[in-house]
């Protein structure tokens, strides 16, 4: 080996096939193609910022701003606080929040405290959260004091070994200073659950903490005993079986994507990041959270969509970055007052989880001069896997492979690589794969397939390649759908479903929503004793008692039998054709 060459040796430097370099014409002459990653834990990028940039504003939440300098010492002071409740390395810690500065101490606090964090949707309902405390074996919580109740209530259901030991609470108001908010004041009708008080609420066998009490505290923080190869994230997804699966994510795969979506969008200490995309999802807690950290960025902080805030937000403090969900642009430019709002400091906006109309790209590049560009990943890649080339878009595209990463596209049955053009499964191979699914060899094995010496995770998603090295999406072999970039897996909502006691059999499928892309549709088989004595509305109406708003059906249909194939399985796409989406 040369001496001089310092090209790193792994798996992910073998050279990308020419036939498949095409898309390297139009990459960003400034990046490079492979990155030489920090080999440090991911709380080291907190702590270098903090020391570039103490006093520079790392948060801003309705009024009231938190330095870097600030935001690492309550970080290490909770830390602290964990591992005075017996937290040790590599424990889960259940993480259930908005966007708010506490998710941001909080999250960094479970990194410091060697421990992992396991991000979970604060719209999951009390049968939702007992498998994230079951499946980590989670003992310990954060949560904002609306959502304390419904934690409280999951783990008291539990067995008593299975149970949280402690809970810790706090209400949004200790993130903001409605005081000094003026334009940042969030809309009137957010008053009652952003603050509004709220009673703790007792917790069967444990105990819960205020979010003050954790933060008071002035010892030392742990000695940092995590590197590279250690979890740190434990995100979940679903898929075709019912209950989510966790994504083992080291700070290795999360560190590799923070610092590529900075190298990638040319993020600097001067970046100012509009942070409404969720930070519990992989592309928020990543590409935003994670790189804006990383580069020493402010983050302003947003914890549900408003068209007018997000307005007065970009407005007002000059918002040079945002990452969002399509649909998001598409209500800010028909706001009715979207003329008062000033967004000539945006030098990037793009995102994914749903395409972007044609005519609403063009607008933002007509009017603003800005080129949307989509990207494309999962919560198995940390996130990107392809972006579209921030100068080089393609509308309604998934973009290139993203920076270290080959991606293919093969026969899903034979594995045999597809030619450009012609469809197949994409797969991909990057150090931001995640290392396999928590306490699930098979479905881990069955994810990954070996080509050429690497090990390539297998998307589910079909798509094709054009001549440039492009990747378009087609179809997918999973059965999910896309509710305004929230996943949605049928066989989760099912199985929630099958806890009413009045449905024998249920069926979901995607329907067209003309806002939200796909909604989904449940057709029901009810069981012969409640036979009209409820209703489609009542159905839909537990359902949203009992699951996540965005998996409700939006439509129920009762029939008297469901589709069966000979071996008796639900014939799932006959019904989806008859809505003309198979």
């Given at each position: 080996m040369n001496?001089?060459?310092?090209?790193?040796?792994?798996?992910?430097?073998l050279p990308?096939?020419e036939?498949r370099?095409?898309?390297?014409?139009f990459w960003p002459?400034?990046?490079?193609?492979?990155?030489?990653?920090?080999?440090?834990s991911?709380w080291q990028?907190?702590?270098v910022?903090?020391?570039r940039?103490?006093?520079?504003?790392?948060?801003?939440f309705?009024?009231k701003?938190?330095?870097?300098?600030d935001?690492q010492?309550k970080?290490?002071c909770?830390?602290?606080y964990?591992?005075?409740?017996?937290?040790?390395?590599?424990d889960r810690?259940?993480?259930n929040?908005?966007n708010c500065?506490q998710l941001?101490?909080a999250?960094?606090?479970?990194?410091?405290?060697?421990?992992v964090?396991?991000?979970?949707n604060?719209?999951n309902?009390?049968?939702?959260?007992?498998?994230y405390?079951?499946?980590?074996d989670?003992?310990?919580?954060?949560?904002t004091s609306?959502l304390?109740?419904?934690?409280?209530?999951?783990?008291?259901?539990?067995?008593?070994s299975?149970?949280?030991g402690?809970?810790i609470?706090?209400?949004?108001s200790?993130?903001f200073d409605?005081a000094h908010?003026g334009?940042d004041?969030?809309?009137?009708?957010w008053?009652?659950w952003?603050?509004?008080?709220h009673?703790?609420?007792?917790?069967a066998?444990?105990t819960?903490?205020?979010?003050a009490?954790?933060?008071?505290n002035a010892?030392?923080?742990?000695?940092?005993l995590?590197?590279?190869?250690d979890m740190?994230?434990?995100p979940?997804?679903?898929g075709?079986t019912?209950?989510?699966k966790?994504?083992?994510h080291?700070?290795?795969?999360?560190?590799?994507?923070?610092?590529?979506s900075?190298?990638?969008?040319g993020?600097?200490?001067?970046?100012v990041?509009?942070?409404v995309?969720?930070?519990?999802h992989?592309?928020?807690m990543v590409s935003v959270?994670?790189?804006?950290?990383y580069?020493?960025?402010?983050?302003?902080?947003?914890p549900?969509?408003d068209?007018?805030?997000a307005g007065?937000?970009?407005?007002?403090?000059r918002?040079?970055?945002?990452?969002?969900?399509?649909?998001?642009v598409?209500?800010?430019?028909?706001?009715?007052?979207?003329?008062e709002y000033d967004?000539?400091?945006?030098v990037?906006i793009g995102?994914?989880?749903?395409?972007?109309p044609?005519?609403?790209?063009?607008?933002l590049f007509?009017?603003?001069?800005?080129?949307?560009?989509?990207g494309y990943g999962l919560t198995?890649t940390?996130?990107?896997?392809?972006?579209?080339?921030p100068?080089?878009t393609?509308q309604?595209?998934?973009?290139?492979?993203?920076i270290?990463?080959?991606?293919?596209?093969?026969?899903?049955d034979t594995?045999?690589?597809?030619p450009?053009?012609e469809q197949?499964?994409?797969?991909?191979?990057?150090?931001q794969?995640?290392?396999?699914y928590w306490k699930?060899p098979?479905?881990t094995?069955?994810?990954?397939?070996?080509?050429?010496?690497?090990?390539f995770?297998?998307?589910?998603?079909?798509?094709?390649?054009d001549?440039d090295g492009?990747f378009?999406l087609?179809?997918?072999?999973?059965r999910?759908?896309?509710?305004?970039?929230?996943k949605?897996?049928?066989a989760?909502v099912e199985?929630l479903?099958?806890r009413?006691?009045?449905?024998?059999?249920?069926c979901?499928?995607a329907?067209?929503?003309?806002?939200?892309?796909?909604?989904a549709m449940?057709?029901v088989v009810?069981?012969?004793?409640?036979?009209g004595?409820v209703?489609?509305?009542?159905i839909?109406d537990w359902?949203?008692?009992?699951m996540?708003?965005?998996?409700?059906?939006?439509v129920?249909?009762?029939?008297d039998a469901?589709?069966?194939s000979?071996?008796?399985?639900?014939m799932?796409?006959l019904?989806?054709?008859?809505?003309?989406?198979?």
């Amino acid at each position: 080996m040369n001496p001089t060459d310092l090209t790193p040796r792994s798996p992910f430097a073998l050279p990308v096939h020419e036939s498949r370099a095409a898309h390297f014409q139009f990459w960003p002459k400034r990046v490079p193609h492979r990155l030489t990653l920090p080999d440090t834990s991911l709380w080291q990028n907190l702590a270098v910022s903090a020391l570039r940039y103490p006093h520079k504003p790392a948060l801003v939440f309705f009024g009231k701003v938190i330095t870097y300098r600030d935001l690492q010492q309550k970080a290490e002071c909770l830390a602290q606080y964990l591992r005075g409740l017996g937290v040790k390395k590599g424990d889960r810690i259940v993480l259930n929040m908005q966007n708010c500065p506490q998710l941001v101490i909080a999250h960094w606090a479970i990194l410091r405290a060697n421990a992992v964090v396991v991000p979970v949707n604060p719209m999951n309902r009390t049968e939702e959260l007992k498998h994230y405390i079951i499946d980590p074996d989670a003992k310990v919580a954060l949560t904002t004091s609306d959502l304390a109740e419904e934690v409280a209530r999951a783990s008291d259901a539990l067995e008593p070994s299975l149970r949280l030991g402690h809970l810790i609470v706090t209400n949004f108001s200790d993130g903001f200073d409605l005081a000094h908010a003026g334009e940042d004041s969030p809309p009137v009708a957010w008053n009652d659950w952003l603050s509004g008080a709220h009673e703790l609420p007792a917790l069967a066998g444990g105990t819960v903490h205020t979010w003050a009490d954790a933060l008071d505290n002035a010892g030392d923080a742990p000695e940092l005993l995590v590197g590279p190869g250690d979890m740190a994230i434990l995100p979940y997804t679903s898929g075709t079986t019912g209950l989510p699966k966790g994504c083992m994510h080291t700070h290795g795969s999360i560190m590799h994507n923070a610092v590529s979506s900075s190298v990638w969008g040319g993020s600097t200490a001067d970046n100012v990041t509009l942070a409404v995309v969720p930070m519990f999802h992989i592309t928020g807690m990543v590409s935003v959270m994670h790189a804006s950290i990383y580069s020493g960025a402010t983050l302003v902080l947003m914890p549900r969509w408003d068209r007018d805030l997000a307005g007065r937000l970009i407005s007002r403090y000059r918002v040079t970055n945002w990452t969002n969900i399509p649909t998001m642009v598409i209500d800010l430019l028909g706001s009715p007052r979207f003329d008062e709002y000033d967004l000539s400091s945006l030098v990037y906006i793009g995102g994914g989880g749903a395409a972007m109309p044609q005519v609403v790209a063009q607008q933002l590049f007509e009017q603003f001069g800005l080129r949307y560009a989509e990207g494309y990943g999962l919560t198995e890649t940390a996130a990107p896997s392809h972006s579209n080339p921030p100068d080089a878009t393609k509308q309604q595209c998934l973009g290139v492979p993203f920076i270290g990463t080959d991606a293919r596209v093969i026969d899903p049955d034979t594995l045999q690589e597809m030619p450009n053009g012609e469809q197949g499964e994409i797969i991909m191979c990057g150090p931001q794969n995640f290392a396999g699914y928590w306490k699930r060899p098979e479905a881990t094995a069955a994810a990954f397939i070996e080509l050429d010496g690497k090990r390539f995770f297998r998307s589910g998603d079909l798509g094709h390649i054009d001549a440039d090295g492009y990747f378009f999406l087609t179809d997918r072999l999973k059965r999910m759908i896309n509710a305004s970039g929230f996943k949605v897996w049928p066989a989760e909502v099912e199985a929630l479903m099958f806890r009413h006691p009045a449905i024998q059999e249920a069926c979901v499928i995607a329907i067209q929503d003309s806002y939200r892309g796909q909604s989904a549709m449940a057709v029901v088989v009810l069981r012969a004793s409640h036979a009209g004595q409820v209703t489609e509305q009542d159905i839909i109406d537990w359902c949203r008692t009992n699951m996540a708003v965005y998996k409700v059906p939006r439509v129920v249909q009762f029939v008297d039998a469901l589709p069966k194939s000979g071996s008796g399985k639900v014939m799932w796409r006959l019904l989806q054709e008859a809505q003309g989406q198979g």
